[in-house]
């Protein structure tokens, strides 16, 4: 009898909803009413458990695939572990060395599966995932007393913007992998040939700008050159996404909020890069890239695995498009807030409440179709 290998993204993916619904309202309560508690979600706290904790939880359910009991259950544990430490211990050495163990530990399970690509572009999966897994340790490394001297110059903030624009590059490249086949395949049903598919050239033209962008943004004789890289890749990424023509895949609305969440990095890597050109703070325009992008990116990705896993069908516009006028709105709230949030308190919450509403719902219903899943295979096994 075959062991039984359970599919991650039924355990992390509903993990990485419940957080993303409680940290980002609580991170609001902490500064503004609860005097500081819980203390791991301030200053850049809230950011750290958005890239370390639910990204990479995202990651983790969307690469692993099935994995054995074992190896999954340690894996979550780890996970868990690790957001337990930060937001009641952030300053123990616990809490710093089980966030970067979790994203190194997934690193080194999930890359040996992208070696056997042979073209560069191809084998960017693992380089990538790898590149945020070392953002973890440096930012650890950065609030350790030891390391404090030698980071002094990045800091936190800076090494948490670079780990921004290292997801924003994950997103840019597996985005486009995910989008540019399903608009083709939608097309093709409907006799309409799409010759610009996954455009290869923008792909690695979008690779090698913003690589280079992350190390960029980073030293400061080169912010301004990270700020030029962000608005090149920007506008490239524009170029990519018109030549699919999504107008014409209107009658997929799961498709369509995907390419939403493709343009809020657009948008996002531009007032981002526009921000760096000018010398201002980036805290506003990268929450498009943390809110619009992720945010939209992630949900929908969720509910295409689990619909047609549970149902055998694309998720529906009733699921699809609330979320992204939820989180669409939430974006444009935390940014209209500027780069001194809690001087508009009320801007914030509503963003925060969006935010969380939509990720609770997430929530459930990632619970009730994992529920249909598990009566589906065992109504199949009982029949065979």
């Known amino acids: 009898m075959p062991t039984f290998r359970p599919q991650a993204f039924w355990l992390f993916f509903p993990a990485a909803a419940i957080l993303a619904a409680v940290a980002v309202p609580l991170s609001v309560w902490a500064v503004l009413g609860g005097g500081g508690w819980p203390s791991g979600l301030l200053n850049t706290g809230h950011g750290h458990e958005m890239i370390f904790g639910f990204a990479l939880a995202l990651i983790a359910g969307y690469t692993l695939g099935r994995q054995s009991p074992e190896r999954l259950y340690l894996l ?48 960017m999966v693992g380089p990538l995932i790898g590149t945020l897994a070392v ?15 030698d980071l002094a110059e990045l800091g936190p903030f800076r090494i948490m913007h670079a780990a921004i624009i290292g997801l924003l590059l994950l997103m840019t490249f597996m985005g486009g992998r995910i989008l540019a086949p399903s608009v083709a395949n939608t097309l093709d049903k409907k006799g309409v040939a799409l010759n610009a598919r996954l455009q290869p050239r923008m792909e690695g033209t979008l690779i090698v700008l913003l690589a280079a ?58 007032l981002s890069g526009i921000a760096l050109l000018s010398g201002r703070s980036m805290s506003a325009s990268l929450h498009m890239i943390t809110i619009g992008a992720l945010g939209t990116l992630a949900g929908s990705v969720m509910l295409k695995l689990a619909w047609q896993r ?61 529920k249909m899943a598990r009566q589906r295979v065992a109504t199949s096994t009982a029949s065979a």
């Open 213 to 270: 962008a992350l190390p960029f943004s980073l030293i400061p004789p080169l912010r301004h050159a990270s700020g030029a890289l962000l608005v090149a890749a920007a506008l490239v990424t524009a170029v990519r996404l018109a030549r699919w023509k999504l107008w014409r895949c209107l009658e997929r609305p799961d498709l369509m909020v995907f390419a939403v969440g493709y343009s809020w990095l657009v948008v996002g890597g531009l």
């Open 76 to 123: 979550f544990a780890l996970w868990l572990a690790a957001r337990i430490s930060w937001w009641f211990m952030p300053d123990t050495v616990l809490a710093n060395a089980l966030s970067p163990a979790f994203a190194l530990v997934l690193a080194a399970v999930v890359l040996p599966r992208f070696h056997a690509a042979k073209k560069w572009r191809n084998k």
């Open 310 to 370: 549970a149902c055998r069908q694309w998720p529906p516009a009733k699921r699809t498009v609330p979320l992204a006028i939820a989180i669409g709105a939430a974006t444009l709230l935390r940014f209209a807030a500027g780069t001194e949030p809690f001087s508009h308190p009320q801007m914030l919450w509503c963003s925060a409440a969006l935010w969380a509403g939509a990720w609770l719902l997430m929530a459930l219903e990632l619970l009730r179709l994992s």
């Open 135 to 149: 953002m973890a340790v440096a930012f650890s490394l950065s609030r350790t007393a030891i390391w404090q001297s």
